[in-house]
């Protein structure tokens, strides 16, 4: 299974963007990048998904490299509401054998 | 529309004893998949399924069995407890692989005393 790299956590002032990244250097042609994130207390819940252009949604954008060897979860202005653990999970849309694996994700903290 | 509902959503259990929690789908999703989250970590992958009839190993599958006799519900079976065991665990779903957006429930927590 091919692996993503994010930084432990970052910070970020309420009402200002945020760029989350992440680094899949071994992604295949067939992975589509994920994003989900966890609230305290709660399931993860899905974000965003692409596989070779960039993807707006009411929720985020999600910006993929020309190589796609990196991707950046943008939140175009962040609420309180919008802390939480971040993960970008590799999904493979020709293996029937789909586990969705999680690594440990980007804490994000928002300064009020 | 329920989604993904999990039973019970909280449990306390002795070591050595069995209990099996239930996930239940109204999506009519092939793929459902159980994970337990330790405090400060990540989710780990226990076991899934990717249709009716079908279970495989994830990450940490030791210790559980499932079970997914009908496509809409996936059974986590824990045949003697382990104080080990004490998490929250979550189950999803998915239509498809690579693309479908996965649902969780909102989790059960287990503890084992």
């Known amino acids: 299974d091919a692996k993503t790299t994010q930084p432990n956590s970052m910070e970020s002032n309420e009402e200002e963007p945020v760029h989350l990244p992440c680094n899949h250097s071994?992604?295949?042609?067939?992975?589509?990048i994920h994003w989900y994130r966890q609230l305290p207390s709660q399931g993860p819940e899905y974000v965003i998904h692409?596989?070779?252009s960039n993807v707006n949604n009411r929720m985020a954008s999600l910006a993929i490299a020309e190589d796609r060897k990196s991707s950046t979860l943008i939140l175009h202005r962040a609420t309180l509401r919008d802390a939480a653990v971040y993960y970008c999970?590799?999904?493979?849309?020709?293996?029937?054998?789909?586990?969705?694996?999680f690594g440990k994700g980007t804490r994000l903290h928002i300064l009020p | 529309n329920a989604g993904v509902t999990q039973t019970p959503k909280f449990r306390v259990l002795k070591t050595g004893q069995s209990m099996t929690l239930l996930c239940a789908q109204d999506?009519?999703?092939?793929?459902m998949y159980w994970y337990r989250q330790d405090p400060g970590m990540g989710l780990r992958l226990i076991h899934y399924?990717?249709?009716?009839?079908?279970?495989a190993k994830g990450e940490v599958p030791d210790g559980y069995n499932v079970s997914r006799l009908k496509k809409q519900n996936f059974l986590l079976g824990l045949e003697s407890a382990a104080p080990s065991q004490t998490s929250v665990y979550f189950c999803?779903?998915?239509?498809?692989?690579?693309?479908?957006?996965?649902?969780f429930g909102q989790g059960t927590r287990l503890t084992v005393v």
């Open positions: 399924s990717v249709g009716e009839g079908t279970t």
């Open positions: 999970i590799l999904r493979d849309f020709l293996n029937r054998d789909d586990k969705i694996i």
């Open positions: 999506m009519n999703h092939e793929y």
């Open positions: 692409g596989l070779t």
């Open positions: 071994t992604i295949s042609g067939t992975d589509y």
């Open positions: 999803a779903s998915s239509y498809e692989e690579g693309q479908g957006e996965a649902f």
